[in-house]
């Protein structure tokens, strides 16, 4: 089945550096999504991602779905320590199996030291 | 508006017994997805409703089952349970299964098996 493999899996960073994270998956998506899940709560949805090339921005945070439609990364910028969580890949879609249902990345949890 | 909304918060049951989850899409939502959270396994699709029918179902045993109302709610049930059914169980909606809907998700529900 498809498979997604996050990276880091965890980051430990001081209070206004820059954070990246990315996703790489054995076969194609249609769609990456980035979710971000605080302790005892549900993923909250970042970014949405349609397009092979698409870079797209939601205040701090910056996405880009890959050309080849293999991976996507999730820049972060002059990070808070509100930041703190775990964040999620998700691809949507494929050629391996159902075009609906969402295969996500095992996480990265980032910490923010003020 | 209101978010998807997942009854109950926290439920403990001990293995054979059987539980029943519920799920509240977003208004005006019509695609219901669940899915299982845990430490070991991340997040893992268990199936997909769409305007009451099941579309997509996950690996999942068959003791794991749902249904989808005619107001959109779900509901997920699981039958004679073990001790690995031990998991955070989420609820999606989104708008419909077509490209550009993407999920939203509820807090979900923490189930706990003794």
């Not at chain 2, 539980?19 to 019509?30: D, E, F, M, N, Q």
């Not at chain 2, 068959?62 to 998991?87: H, K, P, W, Y």
């Not at chain 2, 939203?104 to 003794?114: A, N, P, Q, V």
Request: charged fraction near 15%.
């Amino acid at each position: 089945g498809q498979q997604l493999n996050q990276s880091p899996q965890s980051m430990f960073i001081q209070e206004g550096e820059d954070v990246s994270m990315n996703c790489t998956s054995s076969s194609i998506f249609n769609t990456w999504l980035w979710y971000k899940q605080d302790p005892g709560e549900g993923p909250v949805l970042l970014i949405a991602l349609y397009k092979a090339g698409e870079l797209t921005s939601n205040g701090r945070l910056t996405a880009q779905f890959g050309i080849t439609r293999k991976d996507s990364f999730l820049n972060i910028s002059a990070s808070i320590p509100s930041d703190v969580g775990i964040y999620f890949c998700a691809g949507h879609g494929g050629s391996g199996g159902s075009n609906y249902k969402l295969t996500f990345g095992k996480g990265t949890l980032l910490t923010v030291n003020p | 508006k209101a978010g998807v909304t997942q009854t109950p918060r926290y439920l403990i049951k001990t293995r054979g017994q059987q539980v029943t989850l519920s799920c509240s899409p977003i208004s005006g939502h019509r695609s219901v997805s669940w899915y299982q959270q845990t430490p070991g396994q991340g997040l893992q699709f268990l199936f997909e409703y769409f305007s009451e029918t099941q579309r997509n179902k996950g690996n999942f045993p068959g003791r794991f089952s749902g249904r989808q109302f005619s107001n959109s709610r779900s509901e997920m049930n699981v039958s004679t349970l073990e001790l690995g059914d031990s998991a955070l169980y989420l609820c999606a909606s989104s708008l419909g299964q077509g490209i550009g809907q993407p999920q939203h998700f509820g807090d979900g529900t923490r189930l706990s098996i003794l």
